[in-house]
């Protein structure tokens, strides 16, 4: 059965150059009909702290919701993320998402020293880690005598008014996207990045019937949830065109791939603002894909398509 949930629609920025900057840009998010402002979790490539610029979007802002896509895991303790995560949902009125993955740029590892553990390993200290979030989050104390962490007696606070919190898993596995539909209330379905890097074998596992097969590992591992779930997707390729082919040939080839493959590609929406709210309706019946975030460089373009598609 496809999903029926309504559409909303979020932005993921990196950053901004001054503080002025980042709060009249989260202004114009939320005035253009966004839900989410979100930031990833980078050292060698981003430039602005994730908690810290999401605790400032949301002080800028209303209504809008603020998250992450996504914490890695292993930077930071995951009470510490469990505790910063609460606080902010209390001073912004209940408007978090937690975003948190198993950690996957190796260049970021490398730079600070940290050790890059197979992915299996990755995954499993997420598991426990997000035990520990929802433990802290919980209305009585905790314990966890995990193979990773371990936890005594821990009663967080301050307790987050959202309850449940959302908490948001993305992923490009088996073994991740599974965790994430038995664990997650969000699901992001990304490239499978298993090589620590974004490679020409990412980008092929973008293909549509790879979209499909990865949905089918969300549904095994969430079971009887399945229809709670809100299903993801950051499109990395998003553009506004009256020429939609003419681009898809442009940006295929540098990847292997044939222009129709790169149109139909799980992270790719292009052509004019009537096509993309076609492609979202149609991957919604066929992927049940209702949440749909865009790059900085691609939300006001795309506001159009929001003004239209959220909330239908």
């Not at 839900?35 to 981003?46: E, K, Q, V, W």
């Not at 966890?144 to 959302?166: A, E, M, N």
Request: contains cysteine; proline residues 5%.
């Amino acid at each position: 059965m496809p999903h029926d949930r309504k559409f909303r629609f979020g932005v993921q920025l990196a950053g901004a150059d001054s503080g002025a900057a980042w709060r009249e840009k989260a202004r114009k998010i939320e005035a253009l009909g966004y839900s989410t402002l979100y930031m990833p979790d980078h050292f060698i490539d981003t430039e602005l702290a994730p908690m810290v610029g999401i605790s400032m979007a949301a002080e800028a802002t209303e209504t809008l919701r603020v998250g992450t896509l996504v914490l890695g895991n292993d930077y930071k303790h995951p009470a510490v993320v469990a505790k910063e995560f609460a606080t902010l949902d209390v001073l912004s009125g209940g408007r978090v998402e937690a975003g948190i993955g198993a950690g996957w740029q190796k260049i970021d590892y490398d730079a600070l020293g940290f050790p890059y553990d197979r992915p299996g390993v990755r995954i499993e200290r997420l598991e426990e880690a997000l035990a520990i979030l929802k433990g802290a989050w919980g209305d009585q104390p905790f314990s966890l005598d995990g193979k990773h962490y371990t936890i005594t007696g821990y009663d967080g606070k301050p307790k987050p008014p959202q309850q449940p919190l959302p908490v948001l898993v993305g992923g490009g596995g088996p073994k991740l996207l599974k965790l994430a539909g038995r664990e997650a209330d969000i699901v992001g379905i990304n490239p499978n990045l298993r090589n620590g890097e974004v490679s020409a074998d990412a980008v092929q596992d973008t293909l549509a019937a790879m979209t499909k097969q990865k949905i089918e590992w969300v549904r095994e591992g969430a079971g009887d949830r399945f229809d709670d779930l809100e299903l993801q997707i950051r499109y990395f390729v998003c553009a506004i065109t009256d020429d939609r082919r003419k681009l898809a040939e442009a940006v295929a080839g540098g990847f292997g791939l044939e222009a129709d493959e790169a149109l139909e590609s799980g992270v790719a929406l292009v052509g004019t603002v009537d096509e993309c709210c076609d492609l979202l309706v149609q991957r919604r019946e066929e992927w049940g894909v209702s949440y749909v975030v865009v790059g900085d460089d691609q939300f006001e373009s795309f506001a159009p398509v929001v003004e239209r598609m959220a909330g239908t």
